[in-house]
């Protein structure tokens, strides 16, 4: 068995090609047990928590295990996770991989491939809601998915937004990274929206939204919570990431249904689906489309599995 750093994770899992390997996995029959997520301390949702996310396909059996400390104070992480790559085949262990940097690229990856397929394909400006660790990945992922030219990012924050879109800025000349001092106004402007925080409410509204948008959900965990309202949900044409995941978990989806603003069928597909070509895509270049990822193992699987791979050529750590 082999074991792979974050530096490899980032070496191999390149944009666009790493959209290329998650298509093809989403695309290829798996199985993916519910998740586990147990809480630590009492409290529920929110505090600290141990999770674990298991799938596998043909070739291998991905399980990647990670801790949830949302109080953690630098240089200390949110999440520290491992991914353990077995063979489908024997049940032999194959890799240990970092999974915080999978999970990184996996989710701006993730991300990325929804817009790819449900984006105009001229979509050029985006709103960023986001100022963490994961706003780089998502700005390099859609920009390979799209011929973006523009980043509008926004922050409570917005000194942080400020310092954060320059340093960017800096790391990608061709790209112009601005900040943004409201939502709104960014929204009327916006090709794409992806918004990845922990607001326990909406920051995007449905009326802000200008036809055409593709708007993508993913911070929020909490079937009470959400990160835009229900009038845009309503409006939208939704897709999800994982169908048994974001019924459980994901607000956004979950209110407007309890509030009779949405029956089931709204939801089109998951990622799967798509990939597959047994749900339908963009109809128009007017359509509003959403979609709603809450994070899934399957992804987690493609990129242990690229990393693998990729090892098996250049080399990992023997344990």
């Not at 790493?18 to 298509?23: G, K, P, R």
């Not at 973006?148 to 926004?154: E, G, I, P, S, T």
């Not at 960017?168 to 709104?184: Q, W």
Request: glycine share 8%; charged share 25%; hydrophobic share 40%.
């Amino acid at each position: 068995m082999k074991i792979f750093t974050a530096d490899q994770v980032h070496d191999t899992l390149r944009y666009p090609d790493f959209l290329d390997v998650l298509e093809t996995t989403f695309g290829e029959d798996f199985t993916m047990p519910p998740r586990q997520v147990m809480p630590l301390v009492p409290g529920g949702p929110g505090h600290d928590a141990f999770a674990m996310l298991p799938a596998w396909n043909d070739e291998v059996i991905a399980l990647k295990a990670f801790t949830y400390y949302p109080d953690n104070a630098p240089p200390d992480l949110t999440v520290y996770a491992q991914i353990l790559l077995f063979d489908r085949r024997n049940g032999a262990p194959l890799a240990l991989v970092d999974g915080t940097s999978v999970t990184y690229r996996r989710t701006a990856g993730v991300s990325a491939l929804a817009s790819r397929l449900l984006s105009r394909t001229d979509s050029e400006e985006m709103l960023l809601i986001n100022t963490g660790k994961l706003a780089p990945f998502l700005i390099d992922a859609h920009a390979s998915a799209r011929p973006l030219k523009r980043v509008r990012l926004w922050a409570r924050d917005f000194e942080k937004a400020e310092r954060v879109a320059e340093a960017l800025g800096r790391e990608r000349p061709g790209l112009e990274i601005l900040a943004v001092p409201g939502i709104e106004a960014a929204c009327a402007t916006a090709d794409l929206i992806v918004c990845a925080t922990h607001s326990p409410e909406p920051l995007v509204r449905g009326k802000w939204v200008r036809p055409g948008t593709h708007t993508d959900f993913l911070g929020n965990h909490h079937p009470d919570q959400r990160e835009c309202d229900g009038e845009l949900v309503e409006r939208a044409r939704v897709w999800v990431d994982s169908e048994a995941n974001c019924l459980k978990e994901a607000g956004e989806i979950l209110v407007p249904l309890a509030e009779g603003r949405i029956g089931r069928d709204h939801v089109l597909g998951d990622l799967s689906a798509i990939c597959r070509g047994a749900a339908p895509r963009r109809g128009s270049s007017e359509e509003v489309t959403l979609f709603k990822s809450v994070g899934c193992a399957l992804g987690d699987l493609a990129g242990a599995r690229a990393v693998w791979e990729a090892g098996d050529r250049s080399g990992g750590r023997a344990m």
